[in-house]
Each structure stands twice: as C-alpha cells, then as structure tokens.
C-alpha cells in the first residue's frame, strides 16, 4: 500500500471512531511527525528527535511516540529528559513495565552523575517488576540501585531473581557472583559463576567474566592447572579481548603461566595486556597489574 493509500486510509479510520477513541487531525499529524523521525533516526538523530518532540506536542497522549522520543533522550544520555518522558509515558499506559522500567533506568543514569538520588530510580524499577515480572533488566538494575542505597540483601535478592527471569544473562550471573565475592561469600560466588556457565547463552561475550570468576577461585584454592583451564575459556570467549575491561583476561591468564613456570605463554599474554593497557588511557586504572606484568616478562626475559 503507498503512502496516499495508507494516510487516506488512517483519516477514514479515524473519521468513523472519533467519538470513541478521540482520534484527530492532530493524532494524524504526531504520527505523521513521528514517522518521518523514525526515517532519519538513525542517521541525524537530532532531526529525528526535533520530529518527536513536536509530535510528543502536538499529541501529548500518544506514549508511542515519547517511547520513540526517549530513545533518542537514552542515545544523547539526556537522562533527566528521558526519565520525564517515560513518566508521562507511564501515566498515559500504566500497564506498560517497560515504560516503568525505562523511566527507573534513566533515573539511575542520571543519579550516577547527580544530582539525582539513586533513591528516585528504585519506586519506577519496582513498578516496573510488579507490572512485568519477567523483565529481567528490572530486577538488575533494581539490584544496582538498592547497591547504592546499602542494601546488599536486597540486591542479592533481585540479582537472584534477575537470573531465574532470563538464566541466559552471562552478564547477570557474572553480577550476582561478584556481589557474592565482595560480601566474602567466595564459595557461593564459584557456585554461581559454575551454575552461569552451564546456562548462559552460547557465543554471549560476557561469558569471559564467569570464567574468570572461576579461574581467580582456584587460583586462590592452588588449584593452578584448572585455573589455567578456565582462564584459557575467558580468553576464547574474549578473543583479542582489548574492549572494555575484558584486556585483565590477559594478565590473569598470563600471570598464571607464569606462576605454573610457563614463561613462552606467560609472555605473550602479559606483553599483549601491557600492549593493550599498559601504553593506553588505562594504564592509570591498571597500575599495579602494569607494574606485575612488567616485572614477570622482565623475570621471564620477554620484555617488549
């Protein structure tokens, strides 16, 4: 159907259910508005944004479109603006977790900067669980935020159930484990990035994280060969791993080499993590694993 055919269409349906739905001129024009953002969203997201905030005015009561319009806000990290969006949004389709969820997210986004409080997130994110119990990144971000607000128990609790709600989460089980091991709960941290590992969806990036989890668990139980083993999975599952914080594969790996007197493998590994942190904006961050890794490739007589 082309464009003609489809806007002629949409002003007859919206003749014969006016009285009804309270469908108008002015409904036709937001999403008219808000079509033509969707186009150059991608492309000029500032243009995009412009269509949707004339839309969001001209047609206050479509939540479709501050959806649309909070995409952009999340993509500009204008966190105080998407939250805003996503709270007319919630008023407008109460049932909606998402827009609850979103709202919370956003909240949280802009508490890390302030001057927002972490409490303002958690009432949206709990909403947003009461509305969709199996929106997953609910309850971890509820988790995060209930962190913030000193409330470990509840954050083991929501990661807990964050898991059971999506068990393919490598990234959620990695977080769940590592509240554990921070509390000084070592084993059940093991339990859990074991229980992840067997679960998590093949191929998910962050499967690196729960190998290392594992891998730092026997290396403290002198376990050596075994922690090899799973330092050598983090690394597979990281392939060059110099994203993010995936490059401390390679200095957990390649110290270890080196504890088991395997200096050919301790050296590439740490001449690569030393590559890839050690000579970049990470280094600061890094310090002391930079400071180690230099020493064992100098012990090891592969200095880069």
Not at 5 to 22: H, M, P, Q
Not at 206 to 223: E, F, Q, T
């Amino acid at each position: 159907m082309n464009t003609v055919a489809s806007r002629t269409l949409l002003v007859a349906l919206c003749g014969l259910v006016a009285v009804s739905t309270g469908c108008s001129r002015n409904a036709i024009d937001a999403i008219n508005l808000a079509n033509e953002g969707d186009k150059s969203k991608a492309t000029a997201p500032d243009e995009a944004l412009s269509k949707y905030e004339q839309a969001a005015q001209i047609d206050p009561k479509n939540h479709k479109i501050l959806w649309r319009e909070s995409d952009i806000y999340k993509q500009k990290e204008r966190w105080a603006d998407c939250a805003a969006s996503m709270s007319k949004a919630a008023k407008l389709a109460p049932t909606y977790g998402k827009y609850f969820f979103r709202q919370g997210y956003c909240l949280a986004k802009a508490a890390e900067k302030g001057p927002t409080s972490w409490s303002e997130a958690k009432g949206p994110l709990e909403e947003a669980i009461a509305k969709d119990p199996n929106l997953a990144d609910s309850y971890f971000e509820l988790a995060n935020v209930l962190l913030h607000l000193d409330d470990e128990k509840g954050a083991l609790d929501n990661f807990t159930k964050g898991v059971k709600a999506h068990p393919e989460s490598a990234e959620g089980y990695f977080e769940l484990a590592s509240l554990y091991s921070q509390l000084g709960f070592k084993e059940e941290a093991l339990n859990v990035a074991k229980e992840g590992v067997g679960l998590a969806k093949e191929g998910d990036k962050s499967m690196y994280k729960l190998h290392n989890v594992i891998g730092d668990a026997l290396k403290r139980k002198g376990d050596i060969n075994a922690s090899i083993s799973s330092f050598e999975a983090a690394k597979k599952a990281c392939g060059q791993c110099n994203q993010g914080g995936e490059a401390i594969t390679l200095f957990a790996l390649g110290s270890t080499y080196y504890q088991a007197n395997k200096m050919s493998e301790a050296t590439q590994q740490l001449n690569a993590f030393q590559k890839v942190v050690c000579k970049g904006s990470a280094a600061a961050r890094y310090r002391a694993q930079c400071e180690q890794a230099q020493q064992m490739t100098a012990k090891a007589g592969g200095t880069p």
